[in-house]
T-cell receptor, first 113, second 113 residues
Framework: GQQLNQSPQSMFIQEGEDVSMNCTSS?????WLWYKQEPGEGPVLLIA???AGELTSNGRLTAQFGITRKDSFLNISASIPSDVGIYFC?????????????WGLGTSLAVNP | KAGVTQTPRYLIKTRGQQVTLSCSPI?????VSWYQQTPGQGLQFLFE???????NKGNFPGRFSGRQFSNSRSEMNVSTLELGDSALYLC????????????FGPGTRLTVL
C-alpha cells in the first residue's frame, strides 16, 4: 500500500546533539502525526499537526506541518539516552473518503551517552 | 484511565493453525484499528471497526478477519497460518473513526513455526 518517505532510516548520535527527521509524500495530506515506539511497546503519539505551516512543540520535541501539505519534520533538541526508539510519521491524505492513516517506515534513533 | 490492552502478549503457532487476538480499547473509545508490523514493512493497516461494523480494510488476504463487540472490544483472527504471518500485531483505539489520534496497545508478538 501507499507509504510515506521517511528519512533518515537510522541515526546514531551523541547525547546532547540535536536531531532532525522528516517525511514527504507525493500527495497532499491534511493531518500529520509523529509517534515514538520503544522496544516491546506500541507506538506512542508525540505530536499531532492539523494545519499547513503549524509548528508545535512537546518539551524538547518540535514538529511542523509543511506549507506544501506534502511534508513534515520532527526535531529533537539536546538528545538524551531515553530518546532511543523508532520514530514514525503518519498522515491522512486530503483526498477521498478513505480515512486510513498512511505510515512511514520509521527512523531508528540511537543515542550514545 | 487504563490504556489499550492486548492479549496475549506472545503467541507461538505452527503453520496451518489459526489464531485469535484480542484488544480492549480505552474506555469511551469506540473505534478500533488493527495493524501488522514487520521490520521491513513498517505498520500495515489491516482493518478498522466502529459500532461493530468494519469501516475500512487494508490489502490483506481473507485469512485475516476481525470483529467488534458491543462493548467496543475487538478480536482479529488469522486462519491457515503461514510463516510470513509472524509479526507484531498492534491494536489502536480512538474516540471515533477517522479520529487520527490513535492510541496503541503493546501488541501481540506472533511467531509462526
Amino acid at each position: 500500500g501507499q507509504q510515506l518517505n521517511q528519512s533518515p532510516q537510522s541515526m546514531f548520535i551523541q547525547e546532547g546533539e540535536d536531531v532532525s527527521m522528516n517525511c514527504t509524500s507525493s500527495s497532499i495530506f491534511n493531518t500529520w502525526l509523529w509517534y515514538k515506539q520503544e522496544p516491546g511497546e506500541g507506538p506512542v503519539l508525540l505530536i499531532a499537526l492539523y494545519k499547513a505551516g503549524e509548528l508545535t512543540s512537546n518539551g524538547r520535541l518540535t514538529a511542523q506541518f509543511g506549507i506544501t501539505r506534502k511534508d513534515s519534520f520532527l526535531n529533537i533538541s539536546a538528545s538524551i539516552p531515553s530518546d532511543v526508539g523508532i520514530y514514525f510519521c503518519a498522515g491522512q491524505p486530503y483526498a477521498g473518503n478513505n480515512r486510513k492513516l498512511i505510515w512511514g517506515l520509521g527512523t531508528s534513533l540511537a543515542v550514545n551517552p | 484511565k487504563a490504556g489499550v490492552t492486548q492479549t496475549p502478549r506472545y503467541l507461538i503457532k505452527t503453520r496451518g493453525q489459526q489464531v485469535t487476538l484480542s484488544c480492549s480499547p480505552i474506555s469511551g473509545h469506540r473505534s478500533v484499528s488493527w495493524y501488522q508490523q514487520t521490520p521491513g514493512q513498517g505498520l500495515q493497516f489491516l482493518f478498522e471497526y466502529f459500532s461493530e461494523t468494519q469501516r475500512n480494510k487494508g490489502n490483506f488476504p481473507g485469512r485475516f478477519s476481525g470483529r467488534q463487540f458491543s462493548n467496543s472490544r475487538s478480536e482479529m483472527n488469522v486462519s491457515t497460518l503461514e510463516l510470513g504471518d509472524s509479526a507484531l500485531y498492534l491494536c489502536a483505539s480512538s474516540l471515533l473513526p477517522g479520529n487520527n489520534e490513535q492510541f496503541f496497545g503493546p501488541g501481540t508478538r506472533l511467531t509462526v513455526l
